[in-house]
Protein backbone atom coordinates (compact mmCIF):
# COMPACT_ATOMS: atom_id res chain seq x y z
CA UNK A 1 0.00 0.00 0.00
CA UNK A 2 1.25 3.53 -0.73
CA UNK A 3 -0.31 6.58 0.43
CA UNK A 4 0.20 10.15 -0.55
CA UNK A 5 0.08 13.30 1.08
CA UNK A 6 1.34 16.96 0.99
CA UNK A 7 -1.03 18.13 -1.76
CA UNK A 8 -2.50 21.22 -1.83
CA UNK A 9 -3.42 25.06 -3.75
CA UNK A 10 -0.22 27.37 -4.00
CA UNK A 11 0.55 30.32 -6.35
CA UNK A 12 2.84 30.26 -9.10
CA UNK A 13 6.32 30.25 -7.42
CA UNK A 14 5.39 28.58 -4.33
CA UNK A 15 6.81 25.01 -3.02
CA UNK A 16 5.42 21.88 -2.02
CA UNK A 17 6.59 18.80 -0.61
CA UNK A 18 5.18 15.41 -1.35
CA UNK A 19 5.45 12.27 0.88
CA UNK A 20 4.32 8.89 0.45
CA UNK A 21 4.95 6.04 2.75
CA UNK A 22 4.72 2.38 1.66
CA UNK A 23 3.57 -0.31 4.04
CA UNK A 24 3.17 -4.60 2.79
CA UNK A 25 6.27 -5.02 0.78
CA UNK A 26 9.74 -4.69 1.44
CA UNK A 27 10.05 -0.69 0.31
CA UNK A 28 13.89 -0.56 0.95
CA UNK A 29 14.37 -2.49 -1.94
CA UNK A 30 11.69 -1.45 -4.80
CA UNK A 31 12.77 2.15 -7.01
CA UNK A 32 10.13 4.81 -5.84
CA UNK A 33 9.08 7.23 -8.85
CA UNK A 34 6.19 10.15 -8.75
CA UNK A 35 3.62 10.51 -11.50
CA UNK A 36 1.20 12.90 -12.55
CA UNK A 37 -1.81 13.15 -14.52
CA UNK A 38 -3.78 16.38 -15.93
CA UNK A 39 -7.71 15.65 -17.08
CA UNK A 40 -8.02 13.72 -20.22
CA UNK A 41 -4.36 13.24 -20.17
CA UNK A 42 -2.33 10.30 -19.36
CA UNK A 43 0.08 9.71 -16.39
CA UNK A 44 3.25 11.19 -16.90
CA UNK A 45 6.72 10.68 -15.85
CA UNK A 46 8.05 13.01 -13.19
CA UNK A 47 10.45 11.83 -11.23
CA UNK A 48 12.28 8.12 -9.75
CA UNK A 49 15.38 7.10 -7.24
CA UNK A 50 17.00 4.22 -7.62
CA UNK A 51 15.99 1.62 -4.15
CA UNK A 52 19.57 3.23 -2.44
CA UNK A 53 18.96 6.57 -3.21
CA UNK A 54 22.00 7.24 -4.77
CA UNK A 55 20.34 7.96 -8.37
CA UNK A 56 17.90 10.06 -9.24
CA UNK A 57 16.02 10.43 -12.43
CA UNK A 58 13.42 14.00 -13.52
CA UNK A 59 11.51 14.57 -16.74
CA UNK A 60 13.00 17.68 -18.36
CA UNK A 61 9.63 19.44 -17.45
CA UNK A 62 10.46 19.17 -14.11
CA UNK A 63 14.56 18.61 -13.55
CA UNK A 64 16.13 21.51 -11.97
CA UNK A 65 12.99 22.70 -9.54
CA UNK A 66 11.75 19.06 -8.28
CA UNK A 67 13.64 16.72 -6.24
CA UNK A 68 13.09 13.07 -5.38
CA UNK A 69 14.69 11.75 -2.03
CA UNK A 70 13.50 8.70 0.34
CA UNK A 71 13.97 7.25 3.85
CA UNK A 72 14.32 4.15 3.63
CA UNK A 73 14.09 3.83 7.76
CA UNK A 74 10.62 5.66 6.90
CA UNK A 75 9.64 3.56 4.31
CA UNK A 76 8.65 7.05 2.84
CA UNK A 77 9.46 8.98 -0.73
CA UNK A 78 9.50 12.97 -1.31
CA UNK A 79 9.32 15.15 -3.67
CA UNK A 80 10.64 18.65 -3.10
CA UNK A 81 8.66 21.06 -5.53
CA UNK A 82 10.13 24.51 -5.98
CA UNK A 83 9.01 27.33 -8.23
CA UNK A 84 6.46 25.79 -8.47
CA UNK A 85 3.85 26.61 -12.60
CA UNK A 86 0.41 26.03 -13.14
CA UNK A 87 1.12 24.07 -15.28
CA UNK A 88 2.11 21.29 -12.56
CA UNK A 89 -1.33 21.65 -11.52
CA UNK A 90 -2.48 17.54 -11.78
CA UNK A 91 -2.79 14.77 -9.53
CA UNK A 92 0.10 13.22 -8.58
CA UNK A 93 0.65 9.29 -7.80
CA UNK A 94 3.77 7.29 -6.24
CA UNK A 95 4.50 3.90 -7.29
CA UNK A 96 6.69 1.36 -6.37
CA UNK A 97 8.57 -1.07 -9.13
CA UNK A 98 10.56 -4.13 -7.61
CA UNK A 99 12.88 -4.02 -10.11
CA UNK A 100 14.72 -1.52 -7.77
CA UNK A 101 16.99 0.83 -11.03
CA UNK A 102 14.29 3.51 -11.44
CA UNK A 103 14.85 3.34 -15.13
CA UNK A 104 10.92 2.99 -16.10
CA UNK A 105 9.60 5.70 -17.68
CA UNK A 106 5.95 4.46 -18.25
CA UNK A 107 3.51 3.74 -15.89
CA UNK A 108 2.91 -0.60 -16.51
CA UNK A 109 6.95 -0.48 -15.08
CA UNK A 110 5.54 0.04 -11.77
CA UNK A 111 3.53 -2.49 -9.45
CA UNK A 112 2.00 -0.57 -6.80
CA UNK A 113 0.02 3.07 -6.86
CA UNK A 114 -1.51 5.47 -4.29
CA UNK A 115 -4.47 7.01 -4.66
CA UNK A 116 -3.00 10.68 -5.54
CA UNK A 117 -2.70 13.71 -3.85
CA UNK A 118 -4.27 17.04 -6.08
CA UNK A 119 -1.74 20.14 -6.64
CA UNK A 120 -3.16 22.81 -7.76
CA UNK A 121 -1.48 25.93 -8.45
CA UNK A 122 -3.17 29.19 -9.40
CA UNK A 123 -1.00 31.74 -11.64
Known amino acids: QLVESGGGVVQAGDSLRLSCVGS????????MAWFRQRPDQEREFVASIRWSGELEYYSESVKGRFTISRDNDKNTVYLQMNNLKPEDTAVYYC??????????????????WGQGTQVTVSS
Open 24 to 31: GFTFGSYA
Open 95 to 112: AADPGGYGLGRKANDYDY
